[in-house]
C-alpha cells in the first residue's frame, strides 16, 4: 500500500533536503585537506601569533618553491631580515581568509595598515594550485606582479582566486589558530579591534 504525499509535505522534505546540501557544503569548505596539497619537503616557517599580552599560538608553514621559486625566495629572504616581525593580522574575513605582513601596521596608523610593502615587487607565478582551506598565497593590487611582502592563508575554500592569485605554500599545522583570528572582535574594515601581531622564523 502506497501513501500519498501532498505538495505541503514535498515542499518541507525539498526544503530540508536542500538544508542539509548547504550545510553539508559548508562543512567541507572548514574542513583541513586530509592529505598535503603540495607534498614535498620545502623550506618551513612558524609564525608566532600574539594579541596583546596573550599568546595565540603557532601557525606551521611549508613553502612550495617547485611550484612558486620567486614568491618562495622573497619571503625567505623577508624572514631572514625580520621584515615581518611586529606586523599585524589586518584583514580578516570569515569564511574566506586572513591577511597580514605590512610593514605600515608595526607602528604606522590604522588607516594606513594594508597599504604597504616592500619596495622589490615580485612577478606573478601563477600555478593549477588550487586556494583550499590551509593555502597560503600572496597578495597584490590590481597589477598580477605587484606582491610586495602581504601574504594570506585561507581559512576556507576560494577557488575563485585559483590562476589570478600566486600560492606558494601551505599550513602544516596551527589552523585552530588562524581560526581563532579570524573569529576575533573587528572594526567596519575587517581589522581586529585589538592588533593581532605575528612574529615568523624559519625552521631548522
Not at 623577508?78 to 574575513?93: K, N, P, S
Request: net charge neutral.
Amino acid at each position: 500500500m502506497f501513501t500519498m504525499i501532498t505538495p505541503a509535505v514535498q515542499r518541507c522534505l525539498l526544503a530540508l533536503l536542500v538544508s542539509a546540501m548547504v550545510i553539508a557544503s559548508g562543512c567541507a569548505d572548514e574542513t583541513d585537506p586530509t592529505g598535503p596539497i603540495n607534498p614535498g619537503d620545502g623550506p618551513m616557517y612558524t609564525i608566532e601569533v600574539t594579541q596583546g599580552t596573550a599568546n595565540l599560538g603557532k601557525i606551521v608553514l611549508r613553502l612550495w618553491p617547485d611550484v612558486a621559486p620567486k614568491h618562495v625566495a622573497f619571503f625567505d629572504a623577508r624572514v631572514a631580515e625580520g621584515f615581518y616581525d611586529g606586523t599585524a593580522f589586518h584583514r580578516c574575513i570569515a569564511n574566506f581568509m586572513i591577511q597580514g605582513g605590512d610593514p605600515n601596521s608595526k607602528n604606522g596608523p590604522r588607516s594606513s595598515w594594508g597599504s604597504g610593502g616592500h619596495r622589490d615587487k615580485v612577478q606573478a607565478e601563477f600555478s593549477n594550485k588550487p586556494h583550499l582551506r590551509g593555502v597560503l598565497s600572496a597578495a597584490r593590487t590590481q597589477d598580477p606582479n605587484s606582491f610586495s611582502g602581504q601574504f594570506f592563508i585561507c581559512v576556507a575554500k576560494a577557488d575563485w582566486l585559483d590562476g589570478q592569485y600566486s600560492t606558494f605554500g601551505e599550513v602544516v599545522s596551527g589552523m585552530e589558530v588562524a581560526d581563532a583570528i579570524v573569529r576575533a572582535p573587528q572594526d567596519g574594515s575587517n581589522n581586529p579591534l585589538e592588533k593581532i601581531s605575528m612574529k615568523i622564523t624559519k625552521n631548522k
